[in-house]
C-alpha cells in the first residue's frame, strides 16, 4: 500500500535531535548518522540470466559530528597507542514537537575507528567527525506509520 505525506509538519527536524555517548548527552553533537551495510554473496542460477544475491552479514557503522568545544574524545580514546579500544553505547533521538512521534534508536558495541588530534583554521569554528562501528542496534522508540 502506497503511503504519503500530507503535511510538511510530519518532517522530523534535525534541530530537534539529542545523542547520548554512554548515559551523558553531548551538547557538542549537532548531526549524526548511522547505517547498516548487508554484506552478499553473488549466486549464480542455471537457467537465470541475472545475478542473485544471499545475503551473509551486516556491519554497522557510523558518525558523530560534533562542535570542538573541549578534548572530551581525545580522553575517551586516550589509551589507543597501547591498543585499548573503548566500546560503548551511544543512543540517538530526535523529537521533533511539531512532527508525528519521535524516534529513538541505540546502538551497542560501539567503537570509535579514528581520532582527530587537530583540525582548525583561522575565523572558523573548530568541527570533528567521530566515526564508529557498531555490533547491535535496538529501536527505543519508532515513528507511527501513517
Known amino acids: 500500500m502506497a503511503r504519503s505525506v500530507k503535511s510538511a509538519k510530519r ?23 548511522a547505517k547498516v551495510e548487508i554484506n552478499s554473496e553473488t549466486i549464480n542460477l542455471c ?32 589509551g589507543i597507542q597501547d591498543g585499548v579500544v573503548p566500546e560503548c553505547t551511544v543512543v540517538s533521538k530526535l523529537a521533533d514537537p511539531n512532527a508525528a512521534g519521535a524516534e529513538r534508536v541505540a546502538f551497542y558495541g560501539v567503537q570509535f575507528t579514528d581520532l ?25 522508540d519508532m515513528i507511527e506509520v501513517q
Open 11 to 33: 518532517i522530523p527536524n534535525g534541530t530537534f535531535g539529542t545523542v547520548w555517548l554512554d548515559g551523558e548527552i553531548l551538547a557538542e553533537c549537532y548531526g549524526t548518522q
Open 47 to 78: 537457467g537465470q540470466f541475472m545475478e542473485a544475491y544471499k545475503p551473509t552479514s551486516g556491519r554497522g557503522s557510523g558518525s558523530l559530528m560534533l562542535y570542538k568545544a573541549d578534548s572530551g574524545m581525545a580522553q575517551r580514546m586516550e
Open 116 to 140: 582527530t588530534l587537530a583540525d582548525w583554521q583561522v575565523a572558523t569554528t573548530g568541527k570533528i567527525t567521530a566515526p564508529f562501528t557498531f555490533t547491535r542496534y535496538e529501536f527505543l
